[in-house]
Each structure stands twice: as C-alpha cells, then as structure tokens.
C-alpha cells in the first residue's frame, strides 16, 4: 500500500520552535553565556599559544603598502607563454587571440596585443626554448602562462624558467597541462593530474592554478576551456615588481630604419639609426636618457614622442561587453594592425587583418561589392567603350568616341625609377593656365611642402590604382579633375557595412552645411595630383570649367574614381581609427572639399555683369558649357553662403566657449520682447483658459502646470526616498562586514596604507587637467603611453639580422646604472647544478636588464672578518663573489650560466645570488706559504735564507710568526747584511739543520675587469643562440688538445727513510741533585754483563740417564691416559647415579600424594558422619 506521507505538526513544542526560529527570535542564550565553565580558559599557554599563531596568520597576509602609481590608462599586460619545444605554444596563442577577438592569427611573430575588455589589454609573446629570451621575458612578464606536456612531465625547461622568474621578481605564473588526450585510462589520467599538480604547487605555491587543455578538435583547443582560461586572464590582480616598478621598459613590437640609404648604399657596415615603437611601461621615463637592449648593449636615445593609441580601450557608456570595432588586435610584426602612426605619417596597411593561416583555404568575401567585382567577366574600359548614354528620348546619343582624349607621352623619372604619364594640354588651355597662375603659385609653393611631408602608404595606393587604368587605356582628363568628397576618403573610420552605410549618409549631410572659402580670394578647389598622389589645388579657371557638365575624358576618370571607391572600401572593413586628430584632419579636408552648389546651380558668372557674356559651347545640342574669360575674378561681395571652412577647431569642452553661444539658443537671453520666457508668459496670460468645442472640456494652465509641478515634485521625492534607503542599506552592511573583519582599532599596517593611499591620490590630481604635451616636459613620458624612441648609431647587425621571434626590450637606466664597477654578491651555487664552480673560470650573469660575461672571485668571511679566497664554491652553502661589471642596486636578484649556446640535457642555471654592495671595500686574500732553510744554528737562535730575496722584503715582516713543520714556533728578529733575504730568527727550542721553517702569510687579490655584454641579437638568422664569449681554461686545453703536465711534486713516490741516530740525553749534575731519587738517572743506567759464577751450569746426561729419561716419560704418559679413562667413566656412573635417584624421588613423591588423598577422603567421610549423627539426634529431641 501507499507510504503515509509526514504531517508536519502545528502545535506543541517542537512547532513553537520551528516558529520562533522563523521569526529569527533567538530561542535561547547565548553558548558562552548559557555554560561559562564550558569555555573558561583551560590553558593559559596553550591559549597564548594559540593567540600567537592567529597573529603570525595574520600577519603573514600583510604586504608592504606601495605607493600605487597605476595610471589611469594602464599598458597592456604582458603574457608571456613558455614552454618546451612541441608543448602548444603558438596554438594557444592563436587559441586566445581568437576568443578575445574573434580573429585568426597565422605566425606569432612579436608581441600581440589585443583589447579584452573595457578596463585591460593584453600583449601574448611567444617564449621560445633560448635560455637568452627565457631571461629577457621573465624581467617583463606579468603573467606566465607555464605549458606542460602531461604525456611526458617536466621537463627542464619548465624548472629552468621557474628558477629564473623566481630571480627576477617572480611575476604570477598559471600551469596549463597539453596532450592529456593521450591518456586513455580514467584513472591514470586522474593520477597524473594529481602528481603534477602537487609538484607544481611546491616550485610556486600551495594552490596555484593549474589548467587542463583536455584535447584539441580541427587543430584548436576545446573552446569553452579557452574561454574560461580567458576569463581568469581577464580578471586576474598582479602585484606590482620592485624592478619594474622602479625601471622604465618598452617590449617594442614595431622598429623601422632611418638611417640614410644613400649612406647604407656608399657603406653598408654603418651604424644605423633607428626607431623603435611599444607601450611604455614600468615608470615615467625622461626624454634622452640612457637606455639598453638586452642582446646589444648600452645606447643614449635621441628623441623620444607619444603617438596615439594603435590599440586604444573603449570609451564611452557603460556597457557589459565589446562590440566587433571594439575587438582590436594590434601585431605590425605580424602584419596585423591595420593603420600605423608615425611622428609624420600615417601607415596604412592595405590586406585585411582577418588573416587566414595558408593551409585552410580562402574564403569567398562576404561583401556584395567586392563580390560583384570578383564575378565580373568584362573589364571597365570594355563596358565603358560599349556604353551609349541618351538623357532624353528626343536627344542626341552619346558615345565615347565624341569626346577627345589629349595626348599622352611617358617620361622615365630616374629620380623615382618609374615611367610618369605627362597630360599635353592645348594652346587654348596652357594659355588659360598660365594667365590663372600668377595669382595661385605663391599659395602652392607653401602648400607643396607640407603636403610632400604628409604623403602616406594609402595615397601610394592610389596613385598605383591610377597609373594602372592608364595603361589599360584609359586616357587622364585634360583637366586635373575635381574630386568631390565621395565615399572614397571618409570610410577609413568605418568597420563594418552598417557604419560604411552611416557614413555616407553623414558625408551627404556634412556636405549640405559645409561652406568652402571666400570664392574672391583666388582660391582653388583640392585635388588628388596623379604624380604625388597628394591633394593639390588647381587654378581658378581650371576649377571653373571643371564645375560645369561631363567634361573630356570623363570616362576614364570615372573608371579610376571606381577604382579608388573600391580599394577605400575594402580598406574601411580593417580601419578602425576614431581617433579625434584623424577625425578632425577628415573634417577639415571634406569643408575645404565642399561643391560649390551656387556654382552648379547657377553658373560661374552669376557673380559678373550681364553684358558680359561669351556664345557657350553646345554638348550634345542640349547642354553648353560655359567657358569663364581669362584673368577673371570675382568681386569682394560675392560670398558664397552654402560653404563654410573653419579657420580652426575651438575647444568646446571650456566654459568659455559655451557661454559664446549661449545667447544663439532658444534658452539664451534675448531681449525682452524676443525673450522665449516672456513670450510664453505672455501667451499663458492671453490665452490661458479655452474650450474644446468638440467635446466641450474646459482647460485651465495655470491648474495644469500647478498639477504637473506637484506630480514632477511627487516623482522626484519617491526617487530621493528610494536612493536614501539604498544608500542606508549599503551603509548596514558595510557595517556588519567591518564589524566581522575589522578589529575595531586602526593599527600601524591600517595607518601605512592610508598614508600611500593619499600619496597616489596627490600624485594623480597634480597633473590631472594638464594635456599631454605640458606634462611630458615636467614628468616625463608615463607608463601607458604607446612612444616611439629614436636611437642613433645601433650596430648594423641589429637590423639586417633582425628576428620578430625574438623579444627587442628597451630598459630605462637609473642615473648610476649606466657606470661599471665593483660588485659585492651572495651567492650560492645551484643544486640541481651537476659541476662546482671554479674561482676566474668566467661566468655569464643576468644581473638587471643586462646579460653579460665576467670573471668572479668567490670568497669566504672568516670570524675575524678576513675575505678568505676560495678555489672552489661550497657545495650547499652561500658564499660570497666581487665581479667587475654594470652597477646595480642593492639587493637586486642574479643568475648565472656556464653557456647560453644551445640546449644541454642537463639544468642549466649555475647559481643565483644577491647584490650586497657596489664598492671595493671588501679586500679578498688568499694563502701565502713562504719558505726558507736554517744556514746556523746557535742554542734557540737560527739564521734562515731562502724565504725573502732583499732586506726591504724581509723589513716589512719583522715581527711575523714562523714556525717549522715539526711545530716549533718562532719570531722574525732582523735582517742580516749577507746573503740578501736572509733574517735572524729566535724559536721556542734548538732548530735542527733539517728542520724547513715556513711563514704564513696572506696576499691581497685583485678583481679581474672584465665587462663582455652577450650580443646575441646581432648574430644572423638561426645562430641567435650560439653565442659563446670567453672560454674556460678547461675548453680552451680540450679545444686544443694540450694536457696537462704533471707536477713531480704531486706525484706519489715510494718513501724510503734512512734511520736516524739520536744523541743520547746529557742532564747536568746539578740538575741530577735536584732530582727526586726514583727519577735520578743512575736507575736508568743499563745493567751489566752476569758474572761467570752468577751463571748456571749446563748437565750433560749419559745414554744410559736418556733412556731411564725417556722410559718415566712414556710411563707417565700411559699413567696419564688411564686416570683420564677411568675419571671419564666414573662421572658417566655418577651421571647414571642421579637420573635414577631423581626417578626414585619422584615415585616417592607420587606415593606419598596418593597417601595423602586416601587419608584426607576417609577424614572427611568420617566427619560427615558425625553431622549427620548430630542432626538426627537433635531432631529427636
């Protein structure tokens, strides 16, 4: 049957709970105070004990407070993606790029940077499996992204760059596993997940994050897991690095040669100058300071400006994601980033930035246009020579053979090394220009140099996109066409088809409200010039006669002008520049571009009187073409009201500005009787109350606007009533969450915090209104800024064996740093490292933004503060080193390798150390051994030779211990006269003239200068990582195969030692005397020879004495043998003997416990007898 189901009860105790339970009425008191004795302290220590750690806890969590000096806009943040050689790098590069994006990336080549959201950028660099850009990127990085193949493990490359990031300040590091798809056992897989993760954890933290690439589907990896990994990219905190924070550095991603090409081509071993593009990071950096390049050295930059943002973050309202224009990606080594600013140019890179990897094929472009064009069959010239145009039924057709083409002729201009198209104008024509050119030529020559200036990759484009229509026949107009602001130059800031779309409508309306200048000046309508590809201005006349109907050659013109559209076009789905300086150079150019509409509607000679007229010329027997008189100029009054070019932009953001035209508005204050306010009082007054006579309803203002005031004031107290009770809730739980967390007391951390909070706050407010070419000159260039350095004189190998794949990073110099000197460091010798370190054998260090060779002295502090020198380093203990090399800041991080050149299977990092000091205070010495041979010997004192050449030598040791090598001590007296170097000497005891005396003594070292920056940037292509500087003695004798030669005194020799004779010991008698008796010497004189009657007669026995000798003998012998015998039985008897009384015993004890238990049964028969006769007989009675 059916399980009753539970009813929950409504009464009762139990319900009573539940219901003041709900109602959050506490049902009972507090623990603590309900059982006190429960929580009484148990144990004062433990409790102390347990107090302390809470605070070691806590204080633990505590960092330094730094200043924050993140600026507004901060660099994008480095990501630099490391791994072994195979692991998936580049993929999940391409992998990540896509998901921020929605781009596909073909070669990492440089930096890529990519706006990911409304508040970060991120740059990707590739590290490749070059121990060199190991060090250079872990100096830049803020996250490293650590890829390991879980199909094999760790590999060393993985410790190796561990090690060094932990050197250089340690940035945050995320593990991501690859191949885990090669796992087809659940368990194994789960098990090495495990294995890797705990061994990750104990190189960088507990808890790091590691992720897990499962697999990959069509080359990619799985896209959710991409996504997520983007997500805690985007939103990670990194904690700022002493280095980078107190350095200027640049990861350069764009550098051009500007150096002369004439100069490269008389000497092409010259020092080139060049410039190199990044976003600023680190600190501000000062203009002309001093600046190096890991892999080429120390440089002094020329010139350092700020260029707009090629990546900028989007602006605007708040929204919650980017839209596509927004999803910028930004790699000129690449090829990707579609415009590029210079300091005087603008770069325009013509393929599209969507760049599909070569192997997967071409898609079909997605625009109708270009589609359209793709599809064609016919040419432009074939359908334009074939087209036939009639205006009105009743006119006459036109054909492209009724106009006239001028006549071409092709010039070869060395100067450019091309052939140029010059226009042959008639007589007619040339006499028109030469009279309008008197008063335009002094306006172009000005003009001409600046446009020369500002000539561009995109103008290029053009002038190519002309020069081919010409050559496929069709002619160039016999006047310098007009070129009308058409959908060909504005597009360039659209990116997409709707903003393309938008952006024509806005040209159509820019166009009916733009005015052009003062048409009495003599001024010219802009141009496109075919030879510069720049914008010009013709002469007057020539505009003239441009304005009216199809002019000659229209056709061609009309083709090119097709062609340019289409080329702008397909360039305005990649630009994406809203910038406000190309926006407003846009503005500027379409107002000066403007039609004229007084001119087309009217003709050029509505300004001149009527008499002057001129027979037009018929053009198809409809239209004439008006032809202006030479030398003609307008008058002073005829102002052209349908153009309008502003002399400059004004700053509509100041006050100033504002109440200028205020007054022009409606809401301004006019004069009274034109004042809006006063009108509409007016109005309310006279017409204030009125029926609808339709329906009969009465109106009242004044009730209506009473009403509408007190509904408005209704709505705004509601709003204020609302925003008040949010605010009070914000309030309450801020309160409750500093109540939870906060001790209640500010401490010293609070207070240290607060104060660096106030420091960033003044630090962003002192310059906060100050525009950016005012705050360069005081502060310098700040972090954030995208900056172009110019430095002159950078070795040629630099740029002719140029490498995108490695990382160019420019580190800005303190005001010491650029110096060399001497450096004190602690170090300690790598114990992974297989070999020990061997003092003058020269080492490579990474020490700052340099890499560079030299030779170290390790040495050790004895306690009496001496700077012993060591031959070889400790084997697990820190030691100290003096190097000759850059100077660098105390307590800044080093490691050291034996070769940078190729890969070696076992771990590379030698040692890691410390900087201490940057003097030569500390004085290394090493062990001296001086030796010299006793020459006379007088009692304790001796003349020794042998251990110093001249007097002056042994002067300076006067004083100084000696000691022989049998221990006897001794003392430098004074220098003898002959032989030179020879001193007398006094000794604890008398010297024998075999004894060898020796002084020790310690003699100062000197640091070897050597400084050799390792240069492997300016080595060629595929050798980047084959530099090899100074070798050590050890490579220098197996390159050369020398061995060495034995020292004789170190070989082992047989030790063949002659006796030696002792003189026997003389005591004086007087001494003697003195002698307790046991210990006088007469007990120690050897006994004499034993008198001859002391001695002991020798017997001689008879034959007869020999045998009754030997006959006892054998009898005591045999007499021997039997006793033995007979004694051996006996104690067998006697053994037998026992073992039988010990059975007898026990037989006997058995009998006896047998008796005994009969007599106690009987014993207790009998007494119960008597019991029962007792009771019977008490029974009776």
């Known amino acids: 049957r059916k399980q009753k189901q539970h009813q929950q009860k409504h009464s009762g105790p139990k319900a009573e709970k539940k219901k003041l339970k709900k109602q959050e009425i506490p049902t009972e008191k507090d623990e603590r105070k309900r059982n006190p004795r429960a929580f009484a302290v148990q144990s004062a220590v433990r409790m102390a004990k347990t107090f302390h750690r809470a605070q070691d806890i806590k204080a633990k969590k505590h960092h330094i407070p730094v200043v924050d000096r993140t600026p ?48 970060r950028r991120l740059t990707f660099m590739e590290c490749n499996n070059d121990i060199n850009t190991m060090i250079d990127l872990a100096k830049v990085a803020d996250l490293v992204l650590m890829l390991i193949d879980a199909s094999f493990g760790f590999e060393m490359e993985t410790f190796e760059f561990l090690n060094i990031c932990q050197v250089h300040g340690f940035p945050r590091i995320m593990g991501v596993l690859t191949h885990l798809d090669s796992f087809k056992n659940k368990k194994t897989l789960r098990k090495t997940k495990k294995n890797l993760k705990h061994r990750f954890w104990t190189e960088v933290y507990q808890g790091a994050k590691l992720f897990y690439l499962s697999g990959m589907v069509y080359g ?418 005829a102002v052209d009201c349908s153009r309008f070019l502003p002399d400059s932009f004004y700053t509509w953001d100041l006050q100033e500005m504002l109440n200028s035209i205020r007054d022009c508005f409606v809401t301004g204050k006019w004069e009274e009787d034109q004042d809006a306010a006063t009108q509409l009082k007016e109005d309310d007054e006279l017409y204030g109350d009125f029926e609808d006579l339709e329906t009969g309803e009465v109106h009242k203002q004044q009730q209506d606007q009473a009403e509408c005031k007190i509904q408005t004031q209704v709505e705004e107290d509601a709003e204020e009533i609302e925003k008040k009770t949010r605010l009070e809730k914000k309030r309450r739980l801020k309160q409750r969450f500093d109540a939870e967390y906060d001790d209640g007391e500010d401490t010293y951390f609070d207070d240290l ?118 031959k070889y380093t400790p084997q697990h203990m820190h030691c100290g080193a003096s190097i000759w090399g850059p100077i660098t800041p105390q307590g800044s991080g080093f490691l050291a390798v034996q070769s940078v050149a190729g890969t070696k299977a076992n771990f590379r990092i030698a040692a890691t150390g410390v900087v201490l000091d940057l003097d030569k205070s500390v004085t290394i010495v090493k062990k001296l051994k001086l030796i010299g041979y006793p020459y006379k010997i007088f009692k304790n004192t001796c003349f020794i030779k042998g251990m110093f050449n001249t007097l002056l030598e042994v002067a300076k040791f006067e004083g100084a211990s000696v000691r022989t090598v049998s221990g006897v001590r001794g003392q430098i007296k004074k220098a003898l006269s002959t032989p030179p170097g020879a001193y007398r000497a006094t000794f604890e005891d008398r010297l024998l003239m075999s004894d060898i005396v020796f002084l020790r003594s310690w003699y100062p070292v000197s640091v070897p200068q050597l400084y050799n920056p390792v240069t492997s940037l300016l080595l060629p292509l595929g050798q980047k990582d084959t530099w090899t500087g100074m070798r050590t003695l050890g490579q220098l004798k197996h390159d050369l195969g020398i061995r060495n030669k034995p020292n004789t005194d170190s070989l082992y020799k047989p030790v063949t030692r002659a006796p030696r004779r002792f003189n026997p010991l003389r005591i004086p008698k007087e001494l003697q005397k003195a002698l307790p008796f046991k210990s006088k010497l007469k007990q120690q004189q050897p006994k004499g020879k034993t008198t001859r009657d002391l001695q002991r007669a020798t017997v001689i026995r008879e034959p007869h004495e020999r045998k009754v000798a030997a006959l006892l003998h054998a009898l005591g012998t045999v007499h021997y043998y039997r006793t033995k015998k007979a004694r051996t039985k006996q104690r067998a008897k006697h053994k037998e003997f026992l073992q039988q009384k010990e059975a007898q015993e026990e037989a006997k004890l058995k009998r006896q416990k047998e008796a005994r238990k009969k007599l106690y049964r009987v014993m207790g028969q009998t007494d119960q007898k008597k019991q029962r006769s007792s009771l019977r007989g008490a029974l009776q009675d």
């Open 72 to 119: 507004l806009e901060p660099p994008p943040v480095v990501i630099v993606v490391a791994g072994p050689p195979k692991v998936g790098k580049s993929t999940l590069i391409r992998c990540l790029i896509k998901n921020f994006t929605r781009q596909k990336l073909g070669d990492i080549c440089g930096p890529v940077t990519i706006v990911s959201g409304k508040k």
């Open 220 to 637: 990619e990896y799985q896209t959710q897991e991409v996504k997520n990994l983007g997500r805690f990219i985007s939103v990670m905190k990194f904690r700022p690095l002493v280095w980078q924070t107190s350095h200027p550095y640049v990861l350069v991603d764009r550098m051009e040669d500007l150096t002369d090409p004439e100069r490269i081509r008389t000497d092409p071993k010259c020092d080139r100058t060049v410039s190199l593009y990044g976003f600023l990071r680190g600190t501000l950096l000062k203009n002309r300071g001093q600046v190096h390049i890991p892999g080429v050295g120390d440089f002094q930059v020329s010139e350092v400006n700020f260029l707009p943002d090629p990546c900028p973050l989007p602006h605007g309202q708040k929204k919650r994601a980017l839209n596509e224009k927004e999803r910028m990606l930004y790699a000129p080594m690449a090829g990707v980033g579609g415009v590029v600013y210079d300091k005087d140019a603008v770069y325009i890179d013509v393929p599209t930035s969507h760049i599909i990897q070569q192997e997967q094929e071409e898609t079909r472009p997605t625009t109708e246009l270009v589609q359209s064009l793709i599809d064609t069959h016919a040419t432009l010239d074939v359908k334009m020579a074939a087209s036939k145009v009639s205006l009105f039924s009743n006119s006459a057709v036109l054909e492209p053979t009724d106009m006239e083409e001028p006549e071409r002729e092709l010039v070869w201009d060395p100067s450019t090394q091309r052939e140029r198209r010059r226009v042959v104008f008639t007589e007619e024509e040339e006499e028109e220009e030469e009279a309008a050119s008197g008063s335009s030529d002094e306006e172009h020559h000005d003009c001409d140099k600046a446009e020369q200036e500002e000539e561009n990759s995109l103008a290029t484009f053009l002038k190519e996109a002309r020069s081919d229509c010409g050559k496929k026949g069709a002619a160039p107009p016999a006047k310098k066409q007009k070129v009308e602001k058409t959908e060909a130059e504005l597009p360039a800031f659209a990116n997409s088809e709707d903003e393309l779309e938008m952006s024509e409508d806005d040209d159509d309306v820019e166009t009916e409200h733009s005015d052009d200048e003062d048409s009495g000046d003599g001024s010219t309508e802009e141009e496109v010039s075919e030879d510069e590809g720049l914008v010009k201005k013709p002469t007057r006349s020539e505009s003239d006669e441009d304005d009216q109907g199809v002019s000659t050659g229209s056709y061609s013109f009309l083709k090119c002008l097709l062609v340019q559209h289409l080329c702008i076009i397909h360039l305005s789905v990649d630009l994406w520049e809203n910038l406000q300086l190309k926006a407003s150079q846009a503005f500027l150019q379409q107002q000066e571009e403007a039609p004229n509409l007084r001119k087309l509607v009217y003709g050029s000679d509505m300004t001149g009187s009527a008499d002057e007229e001129e027979p037009m010329e018929e053009l198809g027997g409809l239209f004439r073409i008006s032809r202006p008189q030479k030398n003609r100029r307008f008058g002073a009054n």
């Open 753 to 870: 915090k607060e104060m660096m909070q106030k420091q960033a706050e003044l630090n962003r407010a002192e310059f906060e209104g100050v525009d950016d070419e005012t705050r360069v000159q005081y502060e310098g260039f700040r972090p954030g800024m995208y900056i172009r350095l110019e430095i002159p004189s950078l070795p040629c190998e630099f740029v002719s064996n140029f490498d995108p794949h490695y990382p160019i990073i420019l580190g800005g110099l303190g005001s010491s740093e650029g110096n060399v000197g001497y450096l004190q460091m602690r170090l300690k010798k790598h114990r992974w490292y297989d070999r020990i370190l061997k003092t003058r054998d020269p080492l490579i260090l990474s020490l700052g933004w340099r890499r560079f060779q030299t030779v170290p002295l390790y040495h050790m502090e004895d306690h009496n503060g001496r700077h012993r020198l060591l």
